[in-house]
């Protein structure tokens, strides 16, 4: 008897969920015990769409030819001491945030998406999830390799995952990520697959890795390239889950614009991480925060991606306006909280030099000159106690109850303020440092209320390497439980600074 | 006019050989990539929020298991994958298998085979994907709960492997003639009604339902394992060979080894859950108790297989078969020093 002709979306079928069967000695809910409690309904798994169509020996194949080209040019990278041909040592710093706050995500997503592919009921979605999860592992990897090498000749690199734990800065990337893993795993997808991998990962990686190839970094200018066949599979998974959601029932929809409105505002501050760093941290800028903001979030996912989704009954999320009232302010205001606070942070801040200013001056016309100049020019002449001839915030800020950022934002509304709102629950103050971060407070006060905020706990007692022996120790006890060494202060009194100066004395000469 | 460049490279003294944490662990030596890429990448402490999903844990957790160690990390992958070795050394595998696929289509083996024999390989054999594809979420679940990266890598890479198996073993089936109508469906109705597989199947069913991720490596890396491989790859494949079919042989060599690739790391992990200072007696109390129970219940299982040894032309000796099977559990269980009754 001559075989079927099969498609090939009928071929995958039979690879994937034609494995699946329904269990007769158990029951189902017994298996996947986690999938209902979130109050998604799911009529017909199989209306499932693969969004792309992968074997594991293709996978195989496919990951092991990218990665056997990755570490080939890692290794001429390390055997070239190619880290004396960056544009300036002054843009490891932007790494340093990325090895620190970003590669433990990428280990935190390999994980929860193993949790999906365990706990997803849908075949078809648990295998785009598995590969999902392989890929994270990959990207964590790939990065602590990389970074293994800038770790041997600077600081700030040495102690990425005990610093992810611990130090003030990291918890907003750390408590964005445990929001994503204590969820469902509905609202897990949601979160990372479509608000974080759809709807921001061009805004985070783009700049990183154009940053990375401006400024001479080829290890990560290649993972970047690398890693952008697995983030469009990634993206596709993103659309493909939110969507499949909103078609399987009505009672989806309302559920799944609360965890858009929250996730979009939660994943928005994050990045602002991002938006300090290509502002202020890149030697050689690629674009501004408000230019990349505009082309990824206002032209393709505001007037892309949200004028697709509407026909589902979706909206764009929620304070998406203030966002985009925020774009000319956020960089300055984050970069400032980072400079301020330098002292007690594994990587270096500066003073931008005049050619940056007047950069930052013509990217930000509305608000450079008028609202952050003065910051500098009065940042020279302050002096304080600490290494470095310039100011530094001494003392603890209060941070957002939510995203974790010092308070520090400015009002677009009326820019000479900070916005400041705070919610009383059960007889306790919480403060928020914008109306997003306060109504994602409002829709979980239960879950936010256990957020482990860093500057709170230095207060009660928990992060002392010993008891300090006056308040003059008190930093320092924390500095060393942070494992904070010579990773700190402005760059110009670094080591970093000292010993680019003395490698680049007379590095090649040249004989005709 | 010739130019002639000369580049004085300057030597640098790096400043650090390795990461923190590792110099702590290892001493003042470089690292190599496996342990950079596995040892303390999992996060510890200070997590934000509990699981909304359970209560009375953190997001990575002891506790998810009675199984522990003093340090996680005393455990490490004596096969040193991380993700790059892991897929270049499957990429490497599967050459093989692609190439024995050439080779079968150039010679047409498969139209070649025997049909009567067929349709007992089409019940015995097919409807294993269901058993591998369970396998996959077992070990996924594995690596979302276990804890420290050195352990949930292996068990990532290990359901990797088993959804890997399930779909080679689907990829066999698509090459197959179809004398009975749909293969794949025939083989699911033989996984759920044929009385070979019941016992296996409410095995693993149950199994399914276990939040231990001990337990779950137990009954599946040291039970299900090490019964239903040697039983299908080993037994199974030398009396098909004594029907005259030589076909699969080189498919059943390929699970085998995958089978042993993943004993490595099991039996590593198990000698160390064993001998560790702590928890050793109660890891030994626990996986002695367990695997008492899934053993026998696996052993009972694979009788039914005994229907299996009819084959068409020469009749297998199934009880002979079950003692092979039982001796390589013994020996495996007796590596490990444990006290197990099958």
Sequence with gaps: ?512 | MSVQYEIKQKVIEPKRLAFDYLLKRYGNRPASRYEEATVDIQQRENFHYRPTWREGVEIFDVNYSELKLTDYYSFLDPRQYYYYTYNATRAKNYEAVDKYFEFCEERGLFEKVNEDWLKVFNRYFIPLRHLEYAGWILLVGVARFGYGTSITQCAEFNACDKYGNAQLITRIAFELPEPDGDIFENAKKTWLEDKIFQPLREYVEKLLTIQDWGEVLIGQNLAIDVFVNPLVHIELDNLAVENGVTTFSFFSKYFYDMYKDNMRWTEKLFEVLLSDPNYGENNRKFIESKLNYYAGQISKAIDEFADVFKMPKKKGDFKKAKENVLNHAREVYGKLGLNIKI
Excluded at chain 1, 114 to 141: C, I, K, N, W, Y
Excluded at chain 1, 379 to 393: E, H, N
């Design chain 1, 1 to 512: 008897m001559a075989k079927k002709k099969l498609t090939l979306a009928q071929k995958y079928h039979i690879y994937t969920r034609g494995l699946d069967w329904e269990p007769t000695y158990v029951s189902k809910k017994d298996i996947y015990p986690y999938a209902e409690y979130e109050g998604i309904k799911i009529k017909d798994w199989n209306k499932w769409e693969d969004p792309f169509r992968m074997t594991v020996e293709a996978y195989w194949k496919y990951q092991a030819e990218k990665d056997r080209r990755f570490y080939a040019i890692l290794d001429g990278f390390i055997q070239n001491q190619g880290h004396l041909t960056l544009s300036d040592a002054r843009y490891l710093n932007s790494i340093k945030l990325f090895i620190q706050g970003v590669t433990p995500l990428e280990y935190m997503a390999h994980r929860g998406f193993a949790f999906v592919a365990r706990h997803l009921p849908g075949p078809g979605p648990r295998t785009a999830a598995f590969f999902q999860s392989m890929d994270e592992l990959r990207h964590t990897q790939i990065e602590v390799h990389a970074g293994s090498n800038f770790n041997k000749y600077y600081d700030g690199f040495h102690s990425m995952t005990l610093m992810h734990d611990r130090v003030w800065y990291l918890s907003v990337p750390k408590s964005y990520f445990d929001d994503a893993v204590t969820a469902g795993p509905f609202e897990y997808v949601t979160a990372i697959s479509f608000s974080f991998e759809y709807a921001l990962t061009n805004l985070l990686f783009v700049p990183f890795m154009s940053g990375a190839a401006y400024n001479g970094d080829t290890p990560t200018m290649t993972f970047g390239f690398s890693a952008q066949s697995d983030e469009s599979r990634h993206m596709t998974l993103g659309l493909q889950v939110v969507k499949f959601l909103l078609e399987q029932h009505e009672d989806n929809v309302p559920i799944i614009q609360r965890w858009i409105d929250k996730w979009w505002w939660r994943g928005y501050r994050l990045t602002s991480l991002v938006g300090a760093m290509m502002d202020y941290m890149l030697p050689k800028r690629v674009m501004s925060w408000k230019e990349s903001f505009e082309l990824y979030i206002e032209d393709q996912i505001l007037e892309g991606l949200f004028r697709d989704l509407e026909r589902y009954g979706i909206r764009p999320p929620l304070h998406m306006e203030q966002s985009i009232k925020e774009k000319e302010f956020l960089s300055h205001d984050v970069y400032w909280i980072l400079f301020s606070f330098t002292f007690a942070a594994a990587f270096h801040s500066w003073i931008p030099k005049e050619e940056e200013m007047e950069w930052l001056a013509e990217k930000y016309p509305r608000t450079f000159n008028q609202y952050y100049r003065w910051r500098y020019e009065k940042a020279k002449q302050a002096k304080t106690p600490l290494p470095g001839d310039r100011f530094y915030y001494i003392g603890l800020p209060q941070l957002c109850q939510v995203c974790q950022i010092p308070m520090g934002f400015t009002d677009p509304d009326d820019p000479n303020n900070f916005v400041q709102r705070y919610v009383e629950y059960e007889g306790e103050i919480y403060h928020f440092c914008s109306d997003g971060c306060k109504w994602i407070f409002e829709q979980e006060p239960e879950k936010y209320v256990q957020a482990w905020l860093p500057v709170h706990e230095i207060y009660k007692g928990n992060c002392f390497a010993e008891p300090p022996k006056g308040p003059d120790d008190v930093v320092p006890q924390v500095l060393k439980w942070y494992n904070i060494q010579t990773d700190n202060f402005d760059y110009f009194v670094s080591e970093d600074y000292k010993n680019w100066k003395e490698w680049h004395k007379d590095m090649a000469t040249v004989v005709v």
